[in-house]
């Protein structure tokens, strides 16, 4: 999938992430602030890794504000700004199992 | 060397120190030793005055010198403008080398960071720092080690002459002009001054600064004139505002509320629970919420308490006021209504040696049956860290928690089992404070564990209707929602130690090191 | 039948999907059912994101047994039937519909699930339904509303919408309610499903939500929705039978069952007439002492 725009998902509040995706230069571009980033900065690169692959983006600026995000918002929420900025709202492979 | 907490700590460190790793929290029970005094400087002419014109006369008349311990309270808290006012003089006449031993430092001492930074400021001894120079001790800036002490330590080390305070400050809300301070009244109202006696007791030369002179004789006094070398008058000692702040409004958090109720219900089925028992808590919504429905079942059951200990807030005071309790014993206010409590005749002001000293002939702390404290994080031995937090950063203060949890018969740690996604119940907590052996329970939203040193304790709650669990099964539940943490990167050198009440080394703390990402 | 359609519900708690502070562990507080919103809570410009926000949560949190139903915007909105997917993808146990008026507004949601469970291999008949009662119109359909389809495991009342629409308010005395929770309770029943009543908005009043629910207890309702985690203890406190309700239960449930074996059809239990037509509410009274953890016996 290719990123179109810029677009943004989530919050600044606590236990939320506020992720930002733009066109990237040909590669992914990963910038991560957060208040566990000790405790879980490895594990929140993984599954932003992840989901952007699951997505098939690789070209792409990324930016996450983590203000202790479990997993499953983390996701959420680039999948959220991946919809914005492609502009697909419907029709989306919940979990990618829909049967063809 | 490994010390009894498993916490490895470096030879040079103790070396440095000539301190002792710690042995386990009974270790010096019964051990003599000879109290230290200070250098006294007699007044024997009848000129009848103390008063000096400024704080820079009076640390000229004091010998200030590079090289000085200097002693602060922090009955103002967040409101206090002493220490920084201190510090501004001695910056400007160009003093360094000074060591800085105050009961608390907190976020309205960001300003000392600037004469950390230029050499002014190189050693501190505190309960703790919050803000901005936690930061700086955490990053490495402050040149000697950081000595975090609890409140019965900081006694202990005064008086067995561990630390010898060269000038002891001691803002006063109403002084007179012989030196006679009270907590009360003026404009700066405090309450108590409980944690400079043992500064007024054992500092060779001991300055009072009020924003409010009173004609003589202040009395009762709670520093006597006996130990004051010097009064000064300034503007403002502090705050107000931050000083004593209006009762907190009781918590509606369901979560708080809950672990709350799980505390009474735990409290009451213990067997110290009966007419005449003792009791200590902190500030935290969760401990108020306990207060507050603890005496709800006192009333219920016609059980009165015999003394309360704090740390005071207005559900302590109200217990007072409602005749459920005979007496307050008090260190500190945290509230409004603590501060006008003062002067019932039931509140009996301590001091912080009486509190909490554990090398004295007996303090308050061990006289308790429970205590109900916090914690950022306690691992899986029951250890407690409530001054470094989980990203590595010194930003909280040991406070009485050390002190209390050891003493009390029954020490109750509340936290909620996840702060935002740190777990709180962990493996290994990043620095030990209060060792394992003196905390009996852990209370969390998500179930409670007793200390299986207590068997007594897990005997009596069998028929109890409480979410009881293992405290490794309150780590996997939440390392089951937040996954594993991992271990925060620290640099090698040693910033800080954590002090055992004792004195022993129960932990050190490192200088911190940027996160940068491992593996793929 | 899906064995789920008749489980406890006293207390259904509501929290916004978009909100991961809300969402990540309600279950402490123990409600039966968690009510994750897309609709009311959920700002126009964030419905999106409240899906991606939901479908993760109903993936990877373990609600420990709470039952998870997702409230779906108004089926005039644009947002519903992606709702819809969302919602069954994740594996939601039930879809709550606003604003119900007709049995057709059950039948295309349920055709929309069916769709959604065979796109996303989720067992056919395995999403419930239940249905928001929010207009005068629907109060009067009700019935009908109530036997649109199998998968429909109970209406709710919704006060708010519902006062306005009657030219009214929520006076806090429930006399605006009184004619549409008679009627909803009375058609709930007559289909065999189940029926709750509506949020009680005013959290400094404790006192009044009791009364309010003790009103609804009586009245017959299975349970309420909930806006507060606080509110839930009151909820199953009154929902809690008394023990000597709970013993005749006992004894009625082991008594017919022994006596269906021995074919005899109608008998005493403590000086009281007994018969087969006891036995589901007796089992319900067992159920209800269980989940408020006062029953100690063996059934």
Known sequence: MEIKKPAMAGTLESSDCQVTVEPGDGKIDFVLESAVINQYGNRIRKVIMETLKNLDIDNVRITVVDKGALDCTIKARVEGAVSRSTDQFENILWGGRRKS | ?520 | MNPNKKRLRRTMMFLNAQKPGLIKDPYIYKPDSIMLDLEDAVAENQKDAARFSLYHALQEIDYRGCERVVRINGLDTPYWKEDIRCAVAGGCDAIRIPKTERPEDIKAVEAEIQIAEEDFGIPQGRTLIMAAIESARGVVKALDVCEASDRLFGIALSGGDYTKDLQTYITGTGVELMGARQNLIIAARAAKIQCFDTVYTDLNDMEGFRRDVETIHLMGFDGKSIINPRQIPIVHDIFTPAQKNIIFAEKVVMEIEDKREKGIGVFIVDGKMIDIAFYDGAKRTIELAKASGVYKGGL
């Open chain 2, 1 to 520: 060397m490994i010390n009894a907490v498993g916490r490895d700590i470096p030879e040079e460190i103790l070396k440095i120190t000539g301190k002792e790793p710690f042995m386990g929290i009974h270790h010096f029970d019964g051990s003599v030793y000879k109290k230290d005094g200070p250098y006294t400087k007699c007044v024997i002419n009848s000129e009848g005055s103390k008063m000096v014109d400024s704080i820079r006369d009076c640390l000229v008349k004091c010998g200030i010198r590079d090289g000085m311990t200097l002693g602060f309270h922090h009955h103002f808290r967040e409101g206090d403008y002493v220490v920084n006012m201190v510090m501004e003089e001695i910056h400007n006449m160009g003093i360094k080398d000074i060591t800085i031993c105050a009961s608390s430092l907190g976020k309205a001492h960001d300003k000392l960071v600037e004469y950390i930074e230029d050499g002014t400021i190189t050693g501190i001894q505190s309960s703790g720092v919050r803000g901005k120079i936690g930061r700086a001790i955490s990053e490495g800036k402050l040149k000697g080690l950081a000595i975090m002490r609890s409140h019965g330590g900081r006694v202990r080390a005064i008086e067995t002459g561990e630390v010898r305070i060269d000038i002891a400050f001691i803002g006063a809300p109403t002084c007179d002009d012989y030196g006679n301070c009270r907590g009360i009244g003026g404009k700066s109202d405090c309450g108590v001054l409980s944690y400079s006696m043992v500064d007024a007791d054992y500092a060779d030369k001991v300055v009072a600064i009020t924003d409010c002179l009173v004609p003589f004789p202040n009395f009762p006094a709670h520093i006597s004139m006996t130990k004051v070398d010097y009064v000064v008058v300034v503007d403002e000692i502090g705050n107000p505002e931050k000083i004593a702040t209006g009762a907190a409004k009781p918590t509606t958090d369901m979560r708080k509320l809950m672990m709350a109720d799980y505390c009474t219900e735990f409290v009451v089925n213990t067997p110290y629970f009966k007419d005449g028992f003792s009791y200590q808590t902190g500030v935290g919504g969760a401990s108020i919420a306990s207060t507050i429905s603890l005496a709800k079942i006192m009333k219920e059951r016609n059980v009165r308490m015999r003394f309360g200990v704090g740390g005071l807030t207005k559900p302590m005071c109200d217990l007072l006021e409602n005749g459920q309790v005979d007496a307050l014993l008090d260190t500190q206010d945290f509230d409004l209504d603590a501060v006008e409590s003062v002067i019932n005749p039931k509140h009996f002001r301590i001091s912080a040696g009486e509190y909490a000293d554990p090398f004295n002939k007996g303090a308050v702390v061990n006289k308790l049956d429970f205590v109900i404290l916090a914690a950022l994080e306690v691992d899986v031995n029951f250890n407690c860290n409530v001054v470094v937090g989980s990203d590595g950063m010194i930003t909280g203060a040991q406070g009485g928690h050390p002190d209390t949890a050891a003493g009390a018969k029954c020490t109750i740690v509340i936290t909620p089992l996840l702060q935002g996604r740190i777990p709180a119940v962990c493996t290994d907590v990043t620095t030990v404070t209060t060792p394992g052996e003196s905390i009996d329970v852990v209370i969390t939203d998500y179930g409670i564990a007793i200390n299986p040193n207590r068997q007594d304790l897990i005997q009596c709650m069998k028929d109890v209707d409480l979410p009881f669990k293992t405290i490794e099964e309150l780590r996997d539940i939440a390392y089951s929602i937040t996954g594993k943490p991992e271990k925060v990167q620290f640099d090698d050198k040693v910033v800080g130690i954590i002090e055992s009440r004792d004195g022993t080394v129960m932990d050190v703390v490192r200088k911190i090191k940027e996160f940068q990402f491992t593996g793929e």
